[in-house]
């Protein structure tokens, strides 16, 4: 379960977010840190490329390669890097205006580095992947000082501009040493990286960028959706251009300008560590700045900077501001003015090469191509054959119930009898163990899944299926949840088991078929970490556990809620190329499709309009969090209705929370979306 921050900036005010804003506000200047220490990895350890990566006797990363080939390519050999050859050199790559290559590490300077540049003009180098292998370039910026923006946050005189990647990255210029950005391969297209200078303004320019391939199937890969990417658990987080000094511009009301930048939109993510399990952000101190987004620093006194007195949260943050999801102890999302309280961040509940091929049996079902014999002695069933090769490979399916166990791709755990239902009590388990450590998660398709309904609080006390022994949580669930799915992470190579228990004094027509999936690590399938849910395609339907067109059966003094307590997860929806945004909307022909809070039968006139929502503060039970919605500055979202509404904020996530007691929620049924995503906005000029 990765950690997520995303900044937001709006164009040519006086604002900023998290970048820097009015009146010499310096932007964010944030400590992190996990609750337990983790283990720090540095961010040169990239993917496999054709030659491992080596350090050179100057401290430069380079290519580990023969001394011919080296010196062919224009490298540099900074030491030996292999015993097996005295020919084998660390070959370090350095180029400035002009240049291009396709190197593992390359170093992006300027002319004349490491003297300053004064001059103007555009500086271009142009990174071309090596093959399909590469997916990512993290440019590191070692050293960047460009002039800083115009007095409005524009970066008119000077700026870098990364362009020819699928995900997009801002303009940034000012003082940005020490940041990184991460930017996506667009198939085999270059990656082209521009710093443009004007000469009418006598500044001395430096740059020094590390331009670092990084591999499809690298475990230091930035997640989706993510400019930057952190590694470490706990260390120091900047906006772009943050510094302890104002900015000398003034803006176009003739006041001290801002350090930060117009136009953010950004993803800031830090990877969990291994049993962390959420993340504080704190204010970096001894600097009175380090929070100043919004509003006029110069107007406060000493006293009151980083206070809690100057603080802005909620729907008061409109224009520049930082998105903490899900934050502990408060009940918004959204943060701006010039300080920032303690703030500590629960994520939300955070299939590739198996040895054997995945196939499809005769019965429509998934299996494992395996020899006939290998099928027949571990238990599988036979179903048509899955190559050409050989009669004997046949697709093997594996259908399993109580007390069963097993590492096979596919199987399919099942109520005994199936497909009758089951009218019985007890419990009833399935253990999944993972074959070694290439596997990472499991995918739980609830191909068929009836269990009693809640109780009319929405507690599962009658029947329910629990999954444990994953490194992500996974909630309890009941009822209705055909075609739902869950994903889980594995703990290591520690076994995942699936718990179905019901109760016999209760008669009920219970039914069960979980197709449960292994994951490998480097999945083009995985579901990013933290995603409880992950839908893959573009447009489709997206519900609540235990939605349901009718109200919950159970008796009681009220009618009852389909909603379950104590819920807190996140539902991802994989962006498709070229997608920038994301509508939900509620089906027309379902006014209870948005039900979350209130007494549903004693507001049917309400039930359904987008008049019968609420949002923001008002959400502090039951909601639903909608990153960054273009229609209001609210990203929470509970009552009874909703309109269509759209995100443009990626990764494309979700998060429902609910708290421990359903009671007060009369008739609720949750939600049903249907969510469409939308192409980007084409360029002009």
């Avoid at 708290?659 to 949750?670: F, I, K, L, P, T």
């Amino acid at each position: 379960m990765d950690y997520f921050l995303r900044v937001l900036i709006t164009a040519g005010v006086l604002g900023g977010i998290v970048c820097s804003d009015l009146e010499s506000e310096s932007a964010l200047n944030l400590t992190t840190s996990g609750v337990r220490e983790g283990k720090g990895f540095p961010f040169y350890s990239i993917g496999r490329i054709a030659n491992r990566v080596c350090t050179g006797t100057n401290g430069l990363l380079g290519t580990c390669q023969i001394r011919g080939e080296c010196v062919s390519n224009g490298g540099i050999g900074s030491g030996p890097c292999s015993t097996m050859t005295v020919q084998a050199v660390c070959c370090v790559f350095i180029s400035t205006c002009g240049g291009s290559g396709s190197n593992n590490v390359t170093y992006f300077q300027n002319s004349g580095y490491p003297n300053p540049y004064n001059g103007g003009g555009t500086c271009t180098y142009t990174v071309i992947p090596p093959d399909s292998t590469v997916c990512q370039l993290r440019v590191d910026f070692s050293a960047f000082t460009l002039s800083q923006p115009n007095g409005d946050g524009l970066c008119t005189v000077d700026n870098i501009q990364i362009s020819g990647g699928s995900s997009r990255v801002p303009i940034i210029c000012g003082d940005n040493n020490g940041q990184h950005v991460y930017v996506n391969f667009n198939g085999q297209n270059a990656i082209t990286i521009t710093v443009s200078t004007t000469a009418a303004t006598s500044f001395n320019r430096v740059w020094n960028m590390q331009l670092s391939m990084i591999s499809c199937t690298s475990t230091y890969a930035a997640p989706a959706g993510c400019l930057q990417y952190y590694l470490d658990s706990a260390g120091n987080i900047q906006s772009f251009n943050y510094g302890s000094s104002a900015n000398s511009a003034f803006n176009a009301l003739g006041m001290v300008g801002t350090r930060q930048m117009s136009n953010q939109n950004y993803g800031i993510c830090v990877r969990a560590g291994a049993d962390q399990c959420s993340i504080s952000y704190n204010m970096a101190s001894g600097d009175l700045f380090a929070f100043t987004l919004t509003g006029d620093v110069l107007a406060l006194t000493a006293a009151m900077l980083g206070t809690a007195d100057v603080a802005m949260v909620g729907t008061d943050c409109t224009t520049d501001y930082l998105i903490i999801p899900n934050p502990s102890g408060v009940t918004t999302d959204r943060f701006c003015g010039m300080a920032l309280v303690p703030v500590t961040k629960f994520p939300f509940y955070a299939l590739g090469r198996i040895p054997n091929t995945i196939c499809t049996g005769l019965d429509g079902l998934s299996g494992t191509c395996q020899i006939r014999g290998e099928c027949a002695a571990n238990g599988g069933i036979a179903s048509g054959r899955c190559s050409t090769l050989t009669p004997q490979a046949v697709c093997c399916v594996y259908i399993s119930t109580c007390g069963g166990s097993g590492s096979n791709n596919i199987t399919y755990f099942q109520n005994v009898g199936y497909p009758t239902p089951y009218n019985g009590g007890g419990s009833c388990t399935y253990t999944v163990v993972p074959p070694d450590n290439t596997i990472c998660q499991l995918r739980v398709d609830f191909s068929a899944l009836t269990l009693s309904q809640p109780s009319t609080d929405g507690t599962c006390n009658v029947d329910n299926i629990q999954i444990s022994g994953g490194s992500s949580p996974v909630p309890t669930i009941c009822g209705d949840n055909n075609g739902q799915h869950v994903y889980v992470a594995f703990s290591g190579t520690s076994s995942i088991s699936i718990t179905v228990s019901t109760t016999a004094a209760t008669s009920f027509n219970r039914v069960w078929n979980l197709q449960l999936s292994l994951i490998s690590c480097t999945s083009a399938y995985a579901a990013p970490a933290g995603c409880l849910q992950y839908y893959l395609d573009s447009s489709g339907i997206v519900q609540s556990f235990n939605y349901g067109s009718t109200a919950n059966p159970t008796a009681g003094a009220v009618v009852g809620t389909r909603q379950m307590p104590n819920l807190n997860y996140g539902i991802c929806i994989r962006s498709g190329a070229g997608q920038c945004s994301i509508t939900y909307t509620p089906p027309s022909t379902d006014l209870f499709a948005f039900t979350l809070t209130g007494d549903v039968p004693a507001s049917t006139a309400m039930v359904g309009t987008a008049a019968g929502g609420m949002q923001g503060a008002d959400c502090t039970t039951d909601y639903l969090i909608i990153p960054n919605p273009t229609t209001g500055a609210n990203d929470r979202f509970c009552g009874m209705g909703i309109a269509a509404t759209t995100s443009n904020t990626a990764p494309f996530v979700l998060y429902y929370i609910t708290n421990a007691d359903e009671a007060n929620d009369v008739g609720n049924r949750g939600f049903s979306f249907q969510y469409a995503q939308n192409a980007c906005p084409i360029s002009v000029g």
